[in-house]
């Protein structure tokens, strides 16, 4: 926490050194605010003329040249009075000086060297011996309105990036150039998997390519569930409002969700979970204490309204699909169904080699229930996640309405963290649509419920995937498996016997003998990332074997037979 704090304090320090430069360079110029963010900071300007990034080095220099002045930050209290007399040319801060008196709190003044803020305070002690002139640098230009309000004038916005030495700044940098290579917006527009239009913001439409890729990972998903004895259902898309209402989504999600009025007093909303269908399915079957634990799974497609600032690719849509199940228990069985559980995502994440940790969140603010259920069931997971033996962390007030849960958080290649799958543990949903089973004493009984999904969102998945595969995906999961490649028309024949030979085998694969050079036509099949390459020249056609490459080595004389037995095992043991 320590490291947190000085980093916190480090970087709020250099927002107003920022601020400093700024005003020295450009003294016409007006301040707004400068908050921290995530690797950095940022501060937001009225300037009386544009500047670019080609200013950036003018500006870094001031930067330096002022901070060996800043020996210390000292604190001033003003009177409302004095304050807005002190940024009497600038409405920003009057502005924002006139929210500190409305609720009542102190404005206080920070100073360092010649520059002085308005600001509630984390800073440095001695900003000129703590910060390293070599761990920042500014970042980037973009525009933002005052106060994110787009009826607000447009204002100037320098972010910069800070670290407390220069090797995490580099260190830094280089993640984001290697992020950068292996976005997966970008390379799902050059591998042909997915693409996006103005008409459906959010919603991702899936070409050829990526659509094996989406299927594969589903039909993984599939197989598993049912060895384990889930069960599938798919329910409808679109439900009255009385169904959110029971639920308590219409009061708790409304605002997330997409709603038509249909008239005649009709309101339907399009489902942004499964949730009270897997109820009402439940509802409809006559269940006995031997028919527990009774597992509901289902992948039906959802829409969420998330607003148009945080649609991101495939990590945040609109349209996407959960590889969901509501599994049905008494409360005896919560820890066992638990471990349950936490097996498939072993099993599941490890397929991938991906790294994950769990997060229980506990009662938020705005619940249902009683604060007893929500406690018994509190307890009860973090009994499981201390025999997992897998590393959590607590996020007090972040459970569902209804129930805590248990989040998956998932490490890429790249070191960062993503929340995927999550089981959430539900008293109340059972009870709000009066759900009941048959007890060994012949007692009607109301379950328990865990909404789980262990992928989460397929779309975040597979974007998260993308990235963290950098687009070279396991055999398995690869559109394209092989792509075969004779080196002159003279092979054609012969190539055309082995292409078709691996395609009724099940080996997704290609024929490319088209008029570009072998050269070209195996820096495609790369860069399209195809697993295997099979080149056939005149010596593979005669001795009738193959020359394949693939990414790790590459074999020599080796049989049609015998390629397609090879990848017919690693597809089967989803070897990476």
């Keep these: 926490m320590e490291n947190n704090d000085k980093l916190h304090n480090l970087r709020h320090s250099l927002a107003h050194l920022l601020a400093a430069a700024v005003l020295e360079i450009y003294p016409e110029t007006k301040?707004?605010?400068?908050?921290?963010?995530?690797?950095?900071?940022?501060?937001?300007?009225?300037?009386?003329?544009?500047?670019?990034?080609?200013?950036?080095?003018?500006?870094?220099?001031?930067?330096?040249?002022?901070?060996?002045?800043?020996?210390?930050?000292?604190?001033?209290?003003?009177?409302?009075?004095?304050?807005?007399k002190y940024f009497g040319g600038n409405e920003y801060k009057t502005e924002l000086i006139d929210g500190l008196k409305d609720k009542n709190e102190k404005i206080t003044f920070y100073t360092s060297g010649s520059f002085t803020d308005l600001c509630r305070g984390g800073h440095l002690e001695n900003p000129s011996k703590e910060i390293k002139t070599d761990a920042f640098k500014l970042d980037r230009i973009a525009g933002a309105y005052w106060r994110g309000d787009e009826k607000n004038k447009m204002l100037t916005r320098i972010y910069g990036?800070?670290?407390?030495?220069?090797?995490?700044?580099?260190?830094?940098?280089?993640?984001?150039?290697?992020?950068?290579?292996?976005?997966?917006?970008?390379?799902?527009?050059?591998?042909?998997?997915?693409?996006?239009?103005?008409?459906?913001?959010?919603?991702?439409?899936?070409?050829?390519?990526?659509?094996?890729?989406?299927?594969?990972?589903?039909?993984?998903?599939?197989?598993?569930?049912?060895?384990?004895?889930y069960q599938e259902i798919a329910s409808p898309l679109v439900n009255k409002a009385e169904l959110w209402k029971i639920s308590g989504h219409w009061d708790h999600y409304k605002d997330d969700m997409f709603i038509a009025n249909m008239g005649e007093n009709e309101i339907y909303g399009i489902k942004p979970m499964n949730c009270p269908n897997a109820m009402i399915v439940f509802k409809s079957m006559q269940v006995s204490y031997k028919d527990l634990p009774l597992r509901l799974s289902d992948t039906d497609r959802l829409h969420r309204y998330e607003r148009s600032g945080t649609l991101n690719g495939l990590l945040r849509c609109r349209s996407f699909q959960q590889d969901d199940s509501h599994n049905y228990i008494t409360e005896e069985m919560i820890e066992s169904e638990y471990e349950n559980i936490m097996k498939i995502c072993k099993d599941f994440y490890g397929i991938f080699n991906l790294e994950y940790k769990f997060r229980l969140g506990t009662r938020p603010e705005s619940f249902m229930g009683d604060i007893e259920s929500w406690e018994k069931a509190e307890q009860a997971l973090r009994n499981v996640l201390e025999k997992s033996g897998k590393e959590y962390s607590v996020a007090e007030g972040d459970g569902a309405f209804y129930g805590p849960k248990i989040d998956i958080i998932m490490k890429d290649a790249l070191g960062r963290d993503w929340q995927m799958g999550t089981m959430q543990l539900d008293f109340q949903q059972p009870k709000r649509f009066e759900l009941e089973y048959t007890d060994k004493d012949g007692k009607k009984k109301t379950p328990v419920v865990i909404h789980r999904v262990i992928y989460g969102s397929l779309e975040r998945f597979i974007g998260i995937i993308i990235e963290h595969f950098a687009g070279a995906f396991p055999l398995w999961l690869s559109p394209v498996q092989v792509v075969v490649l004779p080196i002159s028309e003279k092979q054609g024949e012969y190539a055309e016997k082995v292409y078709k030979e691996l395609k009724n085998s099940g080996i997704r694969t290609e024929l490319d003998a088209s008029n570009e050079s072998l050269g070209k036509r195996i820096r495609n099949a790369k860069m399209q990332k195809v697993p295997y390459l099979v080149v056939i020249g005149?010596?593979?056609?005669?001795?009738?074997?193959?020359?394949?490459?693939?990414?790790?080595?590459?074999?020599?004389?080796?049989?049609?037979?015998d390629l397609i037995s090879k990848l017919k095992k690693e597809i089967s043991e989803k070897s990476l």
Aim: aromatic share 10%.
């Design 31 to 84: 301040v707004t605010i400068g908050p921290v963010i995530e690797n950095g900071f940022y501060y937001d300007f009225d300037l009386k003329s544009p500047i670019s990034e080609k200013d950036f080095p003018k500006i870094e220099k001031k930067m330096r040249e002022i901070l060996k002045t800043w020996k210390e930050f000292t604190v001033e209290e003003k009177t409302f009075e004095e304050a807005k």
């Design 161 to 229: 990036l800070a670290f407390e030495t220069k090797e995490e700044l580099e260190n830094y940098l280089n993640l984001r150039e290697e992020a950068e290579k292996r976005d997966h917006k970008k390379l799902g527009r050059e591998l042909g998997l997915l693409m996006f239009h103005e008409t459906a913001p959010g919603m991702p439409y899936w070409l050829p390519k990526g659509l094996i890729l989406y299927k594969e990972l589903e039909n993984y998903w599939r197989v598993e569930h049912e060895k384990l004895g």
């Design 538 to 561: 005149d010596k593979e056609k005669d001795s009738e074997t193959l020359t394949v490459e693939g990414r790790k080595e590459k074999t020599e004389n080796i049989t049609t037979l």
